[in-house]
């Protein structure tokens, strides 16, 4: 009974840790930290902080790209993308994540086996306070949006009703001088 206590407590302090995060990382726009970091190596960082169930299978990139960037931001990005996926697919599926580089831009696909966006839902997701869940602020994917354009990419999302959501961020990669 003790240990059920414990489970829900902290599951309560991921919540609120979680909505807090969100809610700072909106509304303080700092400077980017830019450091040259491996994308696998924030991906990796990011799926261990999002408390992914064993019931959930992920696919790890099988290439990785050293690039300029605030890890410590695009790891709020894949947590929160990845948190999103956990929730779609009610701790229960495949999540696949693939990292290419297309000429001067890497490619990240977080793919999820979820329900998808219904179409309705679809065009408001990036839109500040919109959310679809209880314990949500509404946050999480504005924040995410503004990340991904302070580092001069993009994020994208293609979904498919009953099949799953996959979002695709793109960033430019400035080729190291040897």
Known sequence: ETGKDFDRIDR???RMSHQLENVMDFVTTRKLQMDTKSLNGILRNAIEKSNIPESIKINLP?????IDCDSEKL???FENILVNARQAMKDSGIITTRINEEGNFVRIEIEDSGSGIPSDVLPKIFEPLFTTKQEGTGLGLPSCKNIIEQHNGTIEVKTEIGKGTTFIIKLPIRKLKK
């Open 12 to 14: 309560s302090i991921f």
């Open 75 to 77: 790891e709020v990005v």
């Open 62 to 66: 099988t290439s990785d790209i050293m």
